[in-house]
């Protein structure tokens, strides 16, 4: 399997309600956006994915939260924006730009610490 990636770091402010402090008050991760395009065969430009275009959209999901506060992203159904709900938002907007790509997987991984990350990975 190929792989093509890109990643960058945006910060962002979130609550983890119920949980004591720092978590349960507003406070700032300085976030890793790790993304991997995967497929079987290269396509007919010998790439997995523009890897500028991967790229860009990327930098255009991040420029939504940079700065932010992550509830503006939180779905109904989510208690909080944890990681993993931030990945999936993530893999949504580059979804989104990519579009509908045959056999190709994209995974997200959210990092708020250097050792610490949840993801988000599905069919583009």
Do not use: K
């Not at 399997?1 to 008050?25: C, D, I, K, N, S």
């Not at 503006?72 to 989104?96: G, S, Y």
Request: overall charge negative; proline content about 6%.
């Amino acid at each position: 399997m190929y792989e093509t990636g890109t990643a960058l770091q945006v910060r962002a402010f979130h609550v983890m309600p119920g949980m004591p402090p720092p978590e349960g008050e507003r406070h700032s991760h300085d976030y890793r956006l790790d993304v991997v395009v995967r497929r079987d065969d290269l396509d007919e430009r010998g790439m997995v994915v523009d890897l500028d275009l991967l790229e860009q959209a990327l930098r255009n999901a991040a420029a939504q939260v940079d700065g932010e506060d992550l509830e503006r992203i939180q779905p109904a159904d989510a208690e909080a924006v944890t990681v993993e709900v931030f990945a999936r938002w993530v893999h949504r907007q580059l979804a989104d730009t990519l579009g509908r790509l045959s056999g190709v997987t994209l995974a997200v991984r959210v990092w708020e610490s250097p050792v610490a990350f949840g993801g988000y990975t599905a069919p583009l």
